[in-house]
């Protein structure tokens, strides 16, 4: 039997994390298979606060705790673990090389902040340098892509209970012509993703990273960058696409950048409003996932459909997502998108991505300061030379 010390000696947020717990019928026994692997939980939080080290095992422990308390556990723990590195005015001595000058002063930090705070996703009008489109633009149309095929579902995907796409097959591509395209799917191998100045430089940027800094307390982890082709060659039976969460790590934004223009009609982002945090509205909803991590397109739309946002832009626009909250990638009916993301994240507690960095075999230069300045933040990079 897990034994915990009396409540008068723990932290506020410890006492509020278990109070959570109780009140919603869960057992902590009951989240693992093993007592070993709740003690690797806590064991793990230890060692992360004390040495910032990732606890790997600790993934699907956090996940459950999320659906079974509404989300606010991730919160509490968030509070516990990062509460040595509270930073919510970040000093930068690098510069922007991916967006047009606007820079950690900018006056529309505060409107992104503040609509991040109430709805969970905000959109950056048009900032992307001409150049930086033009350049991945061109780079993702002609490098050697990887492919993928989808296949039809079975009728578990419509009901959300379905949690992947089936594929049907793999490959490689050189090059591709979006109004010709044969796959789903077309992705830049990473490595050859992050060899571009102008991903180096988002990855980087002054005004991106003090929107994440403002909005989380805390300077953010950047995970690793991914840019792909959605197409039109999708089987009927994939459309509508669930709902889902994200539960990669405690409290997190994505950043997502469009490089061709999205409508309604192309592939586009979806999001429930308000839905990062615990609400009347969506309670019903975040409940269902203690038992499965998709919702259905219709338990979303008889629920809150006032609430859902398609999120389209012109290209060179850039949105940041908190995807703790209800959303998805919604697939086209005609026409094609390409889309960079990553990850400005709180905590590097649970990182689900894999410890091993992605090498940068030529870095830029403001890529390298802000990397030399801030090693914890860019610990899933690593320079070669």
């Known amino acids: 039997m897990l034994r915990l ?12 994390l278990i109070e959570l717990i109780t009140k919603g019928g869960l057992r902590l026994s009951n989240l693992t298979g093993t007592l070993g692997e709740l003690r690797g939980f806590f064991r793990g939080a230890w060692r992360y606060w004390r040495l910032g080290e990732t606890a790997q095992g600790s993934h699907h422990l956090v996940q459950k705790l999320y659906a079974y308390t509404d989300g606010r556990s991730n919160d509490i723990l968030f509070r516990i673990l ?3 590195r509270r930073e919510a005015a970040p000093t930068l001595s690098w510069n ?6 606007c820079g950690i002063s900018d006056q529309s930090i505060e409107a992104v902040v503040r609509t991040l705070q109430v709805d ?4 950056v009008p048009p900032r992307l340098k001409k150049d930086a489109v033009r350049s991945l633009y061109e ?3 002609s490098c050697s892509l990887k492919t993928t095929t989808y296949g039809t579902p079975g009728p578990e995907y419509a009901l959300g209970i379905q949690e992947t796409v089936p594929i049907v097959e793999t490959g490689t591509s050189t090059g591709v012509d979006p109004s010709n395209a044969r796959c789903a799917v077309y992705q830049v191998p990473r490595e050859i993703l992050l060899e571009n100045r102008y991903v180096q430089g988002l990855l980087c940027d002054p005004y991106l990273l003090t929107v994440a ?3 989380l307390g805390v300077f953010p982890i950047v995970t690793r960058p991914d840019m792909w082709w959605d197409t039109n060659c999708v089987p009927q039976g994939l ?6 969460v994200d539960e990669g790590c405690l409290r997190w934004l994505k950043v997502g950048v469009y490089l061709t223009d999205t409508t309604i009609e192309t592939p586009h982002f979806v999001y429930v409003k308000g839905s990062h945090h615990p609400n009347q509205t969506t309670r019903p909803l975040t409940r269902r996932l203690t038992s499965r991590m998709n919702l259905s397109n219709k338990e979303v739309t008889d629920v809150c459909p006032e609430k859902i946002v398609h999120v389209t832009a012109p290209a060179g626009s850039i949105f ?3 995807t703790r909250g209800i959303h998805k990638g919604e697939l086209s009916l005609r026409g094609c998108r390409l889309v960079l993301f990553f990850g400005l994240e709180g905590s590097a507690f649970n990182d689900a991505v894999g410890t091993q960095p992605s090498p940068l075999n030529k870095i830029e230069p403001e890529l390298e300061k802000a990397m030399s300045e801030r090693p914890f933040s860019y610990q899933f990079f690593r320079t070669t030379h």
């Not at 010390?5 to 509020?16: F, G, H, V």
């Not at 459309?239 to 889902?244: A, D, G, N």
């Open 5 to 16: 010390r009396p409540a008068s000696t723990l932290s506020p947020e410890t006492d509020r």
């Open 139 to 141: 780079l993702a149309s």
């Open 213 to 215: 800094t403002r909005y």
């Open 96 to 101: 922007e090389v991916s967006l047009e000058t």
């Open 320 to 322: 940041l997502a908190d």
């Open 239 to 244: 459309r509508p696409r669930p709902f889902h």
């Open 120 to 123: 969970g996703v905000a959109v």
């Open 82 to 84: 990062e509460s040595k």
